[in-house]
């Protein structure tokens, strides 16, 4: 029988961080306000709407590489 010792962690982590992003996206709304952050692009013409979350998309690189960073040591 082979060792699925790794791979075990690996589905257990990667269900925790699953859940943790799930929580923060239900609740941290309230205390940070992704996707309403100064320098998000919001333009607004007659019918049309465009709307990109730049600042917010690099927020959550940075801390995800952050996360993925402590999980490789």
Do not use: E, H, Q
């Not at 082979?2 to 309230?30: E, H, Q, W």
């Not at 917010?56 to 996360?67: A, G, K, R, V």
Request: net charge positive; with cysteine.
């Amino acid at each position: 029988m082979p060792d699925t010792g790794p791979f075990g962690k690996f589905l257990v982590i990667t269900g925790l961080v699953i859940v943790a992003a799930g929580l923060f996206v239900l609740f941290g709304s309230r205390f940070i306000p992704l996707g309403k952050l100064p320098g998000d692009i919001v333009i607004r013409r007659g019918n049309f709407s465009f709307y990109f979350p730049i600042v917010t998309c690099i927020i959550l690189s940075i801390l995800i590489s952050l996360i993925f960073s402590f999980l490789r040591k």
